[in-house]
Nanobody
């Protein structure tokens, strides 16, 4: 079993920045990819950004390109999401997903962290 915990959400104004953190842990853990998704009321969960653990290739949704940056800590399985120039439409619960080695999907998720951007 993999434990996933997000942190760093909050209430900010449009144009502000926030950095989210996601820590994944297990007795033994090998990761293919970690990702950020978000879900706002009445909408489906949508992809935000991800990073492949081997090589560090990153992917972004068009809506956040140029404003959000995903990165990882050098040690362990911690993923960050630096969010700059936040907009009210970025308001959502942000979830971190973990794709474990041998799996074809993000099978482990955290409880999410709320990001609210006021105009």
């Amino acid at each position: 079993q993999v434990q996933v915990a997000e942190s760093g959400g909050g209430l900010v104004q449009a144009g502000d920045s926030l950095r989210l953190s996601c820590a994944a842990s297990a007795r033994t853990l090998s990761v293919v990819s970690m990702s950020w998704f978000r879900q706002s009321p009445g909408k489906e969960r949508e992809f935000v950004a991800s990073m492949r653990w081997s090589g560090g290739t990153t992917y972004y949704a068009d809506s956040v390109k140029g404003r959000f940056t995903v990165s990882r800590h050098k040690v362990g399985h911690t993923l960050y999401l630096q969010m700059n120039d936040l907009k009210p439409e970025d308001t959502a619960i942000y979830y971190c997903g973990v794709q474990r080695t041998g799996s074809q999907s993000y099978g482990f998720w955290g409880q999410g962290t709320q990001v609210t951007v006021s105009s």
